[in-house]
């Protein structure tokens, strides 16, 4: 074990570097066009565009439309004054409308930039709840995976803040925790695990309160768009699935997923299927058993979000924000018990990694992810080990 001394100081500086640095590239993509505005003063094409697009076509009284391609695309070029360059699909449930609509009541290049803030400062906050103060303020800002998300204009912060406010309140407001993961529903694919790890490990409230919050979102949606666009969105999963896993139209590099490991590797769609389903049954036992245990709740909930991540096939680069909520619980276990020296190595590596992305792109947000679930299991086998040698000497 090496000592604790200043692990939180030297946390913050190495958060605070890291923010600087993103502060410093942004306003340089900025200036040159590369970020929220281009050079002819058009909005940039990111994948924003689609959230703006949809909530323009809820205002205007037409929410299936968002699920036409051809409307869809329509819809973008207005946006940002061209024809979109990019995914022409809008893959999220009609429970999202609502966020989108509410956006789209501003004008396109403001909007996106309040996006990032909204959601980041939701994120921000979420962490802050994990691991505190001055700490969990920087360790979010500097999270590698946090650039990606920005330059995207994804929802990432959303999906990140979500999963840390379900866990982070867990123990002591289970009903907000619940809440939190009812809102998570608009990206079902982060919280498949998410029902059975917390109906073995006995969270009954937490359950109860986010199926009543996934209700209500549904039936709110309905009520305000409509049953054809829910019918619509059903109908559009088939094709958004054959798209981006049979496909690969996206590309396998962007998606860090086993699945896409398998695929770039060049194995079948079928071999793909098998390796991604049974780690994610490995990975449903492991937590179960896990969370059935007296390891202590940080590892329980930094595994569980980080088998999240790992059960799903369906994870983009700039999702990787999401790895900061395990990552966040693990740092908040090793700062109260010690870090060991392979900590201390990892760790950096994994955040290298992530923000290697642009010039290996590959799956190197799935190697990150991998090593923070090995750091969380490893410490796990060894509490385990500790509390199995502690009751024999009690024997």
Same mark, same amino acid.
């Not at 329509?74 to 609502?98: H, K, L, N, S, V």
């Not at 930039?113 to 505190?132: E, N, P, Q």
């Not at 409230?205 to 019918?231: D, P």
């Not at 139209?249 to 060049?266: E, K, N, P, Y």
């Given at each position: 074990?090496?000592?604790?001394?200043?692990?939180?100081?030297?946390?913050?500086?190495?958060?605070?570097?890291?923010?600087?640095?993103?502060?410093?590239?942004?306003?340089?993509?900025?200036?040159? @066009?590369?970020?929220?505005?281009?050079?002819?003063?058009?909005?940039?094409?990111?994948?924003?565009?689609?959230?703006?697009?949809?909530?323009?076509?809820?205002?205007?009284?037409?929410?299936?439309?968002?699920?036409?391609?051809?409307?869809?695309?329509?819809?973008?070029?207005?946006?940002?004054?061209?024809?979109?360059?990019?995914?022409?699909?809008?893959?999220?449930?009609?429970?999202?409308?609502?966020?989108?609509?509410?956006?789209?009541?501003?004008?396109?290049?403001?909007?996106?930039?309040?996006?990032?803030?909204?959601?980041?400062? @939701?994120?921000?906050?979420?962490?802050?709840?994990?691991?505190?103060?001055?700490?969990?303020?920087?360790?979010?800002?500097?999270?590698?995976?946090?650039?990606?998300?920005?330059?995207?204009?994804?929802?990432?912060?959303?999906?990140?803040?979500?999963?840390?406010?379900?866990?982070?309140?867990?123990?002591?407001?289970?009903?907000?925790?619940?809440?939190?993961?009812?809102?998570?529903?608009?990206?079902?694919?982060?919280?498949?695990?998410?029902?059975?790890?917390?109906?073995?490990?006995?969270?009954?409230?937490?359950?109860?309160?986010?199926?009543?919050?996934?209700?209500?979102?549904?039936?709110?949606?309905?009520?305000?768009?409509?049953?054809?666009?829910?019918?619509?969105?059903?109908?559009?999963?088939?094709?958004?699935?054959?798209?981006?896993?049979?496909?690969?139209?996206? @590309?396998?590099?962007?998606?860090?997923?086993?699945?896409?490991?398998?695929?770039?590797?060049? @194995?079948?769609?079928?071999?793909?299927?098998?390796?991604?389903?049974?780690?994610?049954?490995?990975?449903?036992?492991?937590?179960?058993?896990?969370?059935?245990?007296?390891?202590?709740?940080?590892?329980?909930?930094?595994?569980?979000?980080?088998?999240?991540?790992?059960?799903?096939?369906?994870?983009?680069?700039?999702?990787?924000?999401?790895?900061?909520?395990?990552?966040?619980?693990?740092?908040?276990?090793?700062?109260?018990?010690?870090?060991?020296?392979?900590?201390?190595?990892?760790?950096?590596?994994?955040?290298?990694?992530?923000?290697?992305?642009?010039?290996?792109?590959?799956?190197?947000?799935?190697?990150?992810?991998?090593?923070?679930?090995?750091?969380?299991?490893?410490?796990?086998?060894?509490?385990?080990?500790?509390?199995?040698?502690?009751?024999?000497?009690?024997?």
């Amino acid at each position: 074990m090496l000592p604790q001394g200043d692990a939180p100081r030297l946390l913050a500086i190495i958060g605070l570097a890291l923010a600087l640095s993103y502060a410093v590239f942004l306003t340089a993509c900025i200036v040159e @066009g590369y970020w929220l505005i281009d050079r002819h003063g058009h909005g940039i094409g990111n994948d924003f565009v689609h959230l703006w697009a949809t909530g323009r076509l809820v205002l205007g009284g037409h929410p299936a439309a968002a699920y036409d391609p051809d409307l869809q695309r329509q819809a973008q070029a207005i946006a940002i004054g061209r024809p979109f360059e990019g995914d022409e699909y809008w893959p999220y449930p009609p429970t999202f409308m609502f966020a989108a609509a509410l956006i789209a009541t501003i004008p396109y290049v403001p909007a996106s930039a309040a996006w990032i803030v909204a959601t980041g400062a @939701g994120y921000v906050a979420a962490i802050r709840c994990i691991l505190g103060g001055r700490l969990g303020l920087l360790f979010a800002c500097g999270f590698p995976g946090a650039l990606w998300t920005i330059m995207a204009g994804q929802s990432g912060f959303l999906s990140a803040g979500l999963i840390a406010g379900t866990l982070g309140l867990m123990e002591r407001h289970p009903v907000f925790a619940g809440c939190c993961l009812g809102l998570l529903t608009y990206k079902p694919q982060f919280g498949l695990l998410f029902p059975l790890v917390l109906a073995v490990g006995g969270r009954w409230r937490v359950i109860i309160a986010a199926t009543l919050m996934a209700l209500i979102l549904v039936g709110a949606s309905w009520l305000a768009f409509g049953a054809g666009t829910w019918e619509a969105f059903v109908h559009s999963l088939t094709t958004v699935s054959q798209r981006t896993l049979s496909q690969g139209l996206s @590309g396998w590099d962007s998606l860090q997923t086993i699945f896409a490991l398998v695929r770039a590797l060049g @194995g079948s769609e079928r071999l793909a299927w098998v390796i991604q389903s049974a780690s994610a049954l490995g990975i449903a036992v492991a937590l179960c058993v896990l969370w059935r245990s007296r390891v202590p709740f940080d590892l329980k909930a930094g595994a569980l979000s980080v088998g999240g991540l790992l059960a799903t096939p369906y994870l983009f680069f700039y999702d990787l924000v999401l790895l900061a909520v395990p990552t966040a619980f693990f740092l908040r276990f090793a700062l109260t018990n010690g870090f060991r020296r392979s900590e201390c190595v990892l760790l950096p590596i994994s955040g290298a990694l992530i923000l290697s992305y642009p010039l290996a792109p590959t799956q190197v947000g799935l190697a990150a992810i991998l090593i923070v679930a090995f750091l969380i299991g490893h410490r796990a086998m060894l509490c385990v080990r500790s509390g199995a040698a502690h009751s024999e000497q009690v024997g």
